[in-house]
């Protein structure tokens, strides 16, 4: 998701600016920004570094701690949210629906990082650490998200709680999608 946002490049540039993407995932082809806000490509080039820590610290920890092995997948939801994100336009209207996926795919987030919290091990205080860094990484990410869609979409009353894209008063019959329905039904509805 963020780098259909931010763009990706193969080799990163030294000096950081607003028109710099990230390295694509594996499996990924590079692929141009189609954010338009240099502050919403800021935030995903962001997210993408955050996240590929956080990857490599849960594979590090299931290795560690457990043996395992782990392959990290995009799940359902995952892949219908980028497929969603693929089919909207580049500019504005990118930006918009970005900002109520991304704000989503935190929301999703957020329970099973507060249930590391409150349910760790307590030998494994580095786990807890993380799972916390988690929930205060993607609160704050959701906040200047809807700052953003107020400020920019007069969108102001955003909630990233149900649905592909989260919901406002403004949302489409098809953002209301509840989070339990197929993701291909809901790929196929906008």
Same mark, same amino acid.
């Given at each position: 998701?963020?780098?259909?946002?931010?763009?990706?490049?193969?080799?990163?540039?030294?000096?950081?600016?607003?028109?710099?993407?990230?390295? /694509?995932? /594996?499996?990924?082809?590079?692929? *141009?920004?189609?954010?338009?806000? /240099?502050?919403?490509? %800021?935030?995903?080039?962001?997210?993408?570094?955050?996240?590929?820590?956080?990857? =490599?610290?849960?594979?590090?920890?299931?290795?560690?701690?457990?043996?395992? *092995?782990?392959?990290?997948?995009?799940?359902?939801?995952?892949?219908?949210?980028?497929?969603?994100?693929?089919?909207?336009?580049?500019?504005?209207?990118?930006?918009?629906?970005?900002?109520?996926?991304? %704000?989503?795919? $935190?929301?999703?987030?957020?329970? /099973?990082?507060?249930?590391?919290?409150? %349910?760790?091990? =307590?030998? $494994? $205080?580095?786990?807890?650490?993380?799972?916390?860094?988690?929930? $205060?990484?993607?609160?704050?990410?959701?906040?200047?998200?809807?700052?953003?869609?107020?400020?920019?979409?007069?969108?102001?009353?955003? *909630?990233?709680? #149900?649905? =592909?894209? #989260?919901?406002?008063?403004?949302?489409?019959?098809?953002?209301?999608?509840?989070?339990?329905?197929?993701?291909?039904?809901?790929?196929?509805?906008?």
């Amino acid at each position: 998701m963020t780098e259909l946002a931010a763009g990706t490049d193969m080799t990163r540039d030294a000096a950081i600016s607003s028109e710099e993407g990230t390295s /694509p995932s /594996p499996r990924f082809t590079a692929v *141009q920004a189609k954010a338009q806000s /240099p502050e919403l490509k %800021s935030l995903a080039r962001r997210n993408n570094r955050m996240q590929r820590e956080e990857i =490599l610290t849960a594979l590090d920890l299931l290795h560690d701690w457990y043996g395992i *092995q782990y392959q990290p997948r995009i799940d359902r939801r995952g892949q219908a949210q980028i497929a969603l994100l693929e089919r909207t336009q580049p500019g504005e209207r990118f930006d918009h629906v970005f900002m109520e996926v991304l %704000s989503r795919h $935190h929301y999703l987030a957020l329970v /099973p990082s507060m249930q590391c919290q409150a %349910s760790v091990e =307590l030998e $494994h $205080h580095m786990l807890q650490r993380y799972c916390s860094g988690i929930v $205060h990484g993607q609160i704050n990410d959701i906040s200047d998200m809807r700052e953003m869609l107020c400020r920019d979409f007069s969108i102001c009353d955003s *909630q990233p709680l #149900g649905g =592909l894209k #989260g919901r406002h008063t403004g949302s489409e019959g098809h953002m209301f999608l509840d989070a339990d329905r197929s993701a291909e039904w809901a790929v196929t509805s906008e």
